[in-house]
């Protein structure tokens, strides 16, 4: 991630939000890495309980060193069928900017609804007169995955950006518990650690909340690096929304605030099939 410019207060939302999704990793269950791979199909009751459902969309508002810096979205848009198995997938959309640049991005992800790993990833990127788009097929049976052409060495049960953010909200995390794991699908950017650090009780836009504060911290650039001095505040009810993020980024603080909830339909589970 590059240094902000004068007027790319946006730009900061944009990797702000990019780098919230890449904060999880080490946060589902142990057990999680023993699951095998999923069959073609995936029946109700195969399905592993998450806290969140489709149809549900959570709505933000960042603040840059004070100034208003734009809105982002998270949406669970739908179950689809990415290589004969059904995944959630998830949308992830920031639109902010100021006169002359604007920040129009959207990250998709497909998450397998019984192993929770990622299948698909894709970045469709506007900053500013930059554009780009990147669709990244993910193999976890394989241990690897595509970019166009080219194959990669992954790991296992990888994530991608989009999927981290809902991984957190599955597994949870305690005050005084520390995690640490290699779950990023692109090896090099290993290991995340995140840190219970306390409760609170916090106020946003979509109301008060009894949170956990997690210290995030990545080996990477960014709001969640180790000098970044990362906190986001997760909700200690079912759902575990992820309502309010604080750091440091290219000497400013950055805010990002929960402003609205649309709940979705939690997904119907047989005790046999959730995680233990």
């Known amino acids: 991630m590059s240094a902000l410019s004068s007027v790319s207060v946006e730009r900061a939302l944009a990797l702000a939000f990019a ?25 109700v009751a195969a399905r592993a309980a998450v806290p969140y ?12 060193g004070g100034i208003p810096a734009g809105t982002a979205r998270m949406r669970v848009d739908g179950i689809e069928t990415v290589r004969g198995r059904p995944a959630y997938h998830v949308v992830f959309t920031i639109d902010g900017g100021v006169p002359f640049f604007r920040v129009r991005d ?5 998450i397998d609804v019984q192993t ?3 299948l698909r990833h894709r970045q ?3 900053e500013g007169r930059y554009k780009r788009t ?5 193999y976890p049976e394989r241990g690897t995955y595509e970019e166009g052409d080219s194959v990669h060495a992954s790991v296992a049960h990888p994530l991608d ?3 981290f953010i809902y991984a957190i909200r599955t597994a949870g995390i305690r005050v005084g518990e520390t995690r640490r794991d290699d779950r990023y699908f692109r090896p090099d950017r290993n290991p995340v650690v995140l840190t219970g650090l306390r409760r609170e009780v916090v106020r946003v836009g979509a109301g008060t909340f009894v949170a956990t504060v997690v210290r995030p911290s990545i080996k990477a650039n960014g709001i969640f690096s180790e000098n970044g ?3 986001v505040w997760f909700s200690e009810d079912a759902r575990r929304y992820p309502v309010l993020v604080k750091s440091k980024f290219a000497k400013f603080s950055l805010t990002l605030a929960l402003q609205s909830v649309v709940s979705g339909e939690l997904p119907v589970v047989a005790s046999a099939a959730t995680p233990r």
């Open 229 to 231: 001095e990362a906190q």
């Open 116 to 118: 929770l790993a990622s």
């Open 134 to 138: 990147t669709v990244y097929e993910i």
């Open 124 to 126: 469709e990127i506007h």
């Open 19 to 43: 780098a919230a999704a890449v904060i999880a990793p080490s946060l589902l269950p142990a057990q999680a890495i023993m699951l095998s791979a999923a069959p073609p199909v995936a029946p």
């Open 161 to 163: 950006d989009g999927s």
């Open 53 to 64: 459902g489709v149809g549900e969309e959570l709505t933000y508002k960042a603040t840059f």
């Open 106 to 110: 959207r990250y998709e992800s497909w």
